[in-house]
């Protein structure tokens, strides 16, 4: 299997706020998607939405439904998120 993954994906890491366990399991399925598309497409561009797109088709809901349940003492727009290779 890791034959098929490039090495440069294999050495890059995700980072999950702890805080997030509290979602909802699609939610949870929606970030992790979006940090995987990202180890593959860094910008949020065309290329990024494909992939979303085709793995996901309905993520745009699971983004907002994300969006509208803020994390406790914290203000959450996961669409607005700046990841570290941005
Ligand atoms: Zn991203």
Redesign the pocket.
């Known amino acids: 299997m890791t034959a098929t993954v490039p090495s440069t994906i294999l050495q890059r890491r995700i980072r999950i706020n702890l805080e997030l366990a509290k979602k909802t399991p699609r939610s949870l399925e929606y970030i992790l998607l979006?940090?995987m598309v990202?180890l593959l497409e860094r910008y949020?561009n065309d290329n990024?939405m494909a992939c979303m797109n085709k793995y996901m088709p309905s993520w745009r809901l699971y983004r907002d439904e994300l969006n509208r349940s803020p994390l406790a003492h914290e203000e959450w727009d996961y669409s607005k998120?700046r990841?570290d290779h941005l």
Request: aromatic residues 14%.
């Open positions: 979006h940090e990202n949020h990024f998120v990841h």
